[in-house]
């Protein structure tokens, strides 16, 4: 019984880590070929929607991160593997700057439909750079947040 719960568990988190991969590679893609941000988005709110996941990073506040997903989103990766993750990239980088790039794009799912509004927004920091890829659905809620 337990293997099987195993089984659909990593199904799922397959069919997300595809969908991410979908999104990242349509808000990462090359800019002339990238879609245009659907008219069910905002630009300024998806600009401040991300900031704010960015804000919460530089805090350290990953579970305020995780709030902002969907559920999926959610199932992803734990308060303690964010931690894991995103720690050695603020003890390395030091203190935030600024944001010194933004591109606002959007992708839409062929096979389901849905369509996802993101950013690629790139962070000055005292020592380097971060760049954020983060997505949203179209009720706003974090598909996506990953940095290197």
């Avoid at 030091?94 to 690629?120: L, P, Q």
């Amino acid at each position: 019984m337990k293997k099987k719960c195993k089984m659909r568990r990593m199904t799922k988190i397959l069919s997300i880590l595809a969908a991410a991969m979908f999104l990242t590679a349509a808000l990462t893609g090359c800019q002339s070929a990238g879609t245009e941000l659907s008219d069910k988005f905002d630009e300024e709110t998806v600009k401040s929607e991300a900031m704010k996941a960015i804000e919460l990073f530089n805090d350290r506040d990953y579970e305020g991160i995780c709030d902002m997903g969907t559920q999926e989103f959610k199932d992803l990766l734990t308060y303690e593997e964010y931690k894991e993750q995103c720690d050695p990239f603020l003890d390395k980088c030091g203190e935030f700057k600024e944001i010194s790039k933004t591109v606002v794009m959007g992708s839409k799912d062929k096979k389901t439909g849905a369509e996802y509004g993101g950013a690629v927004m790139v962070g000055t920091y005292e020592d380097g750079k971060i760049q954020f890829t983060i997505g949203f659905d179209e009720d706003m809620k974090l598909v996506q947040f990953l940095i290197k």
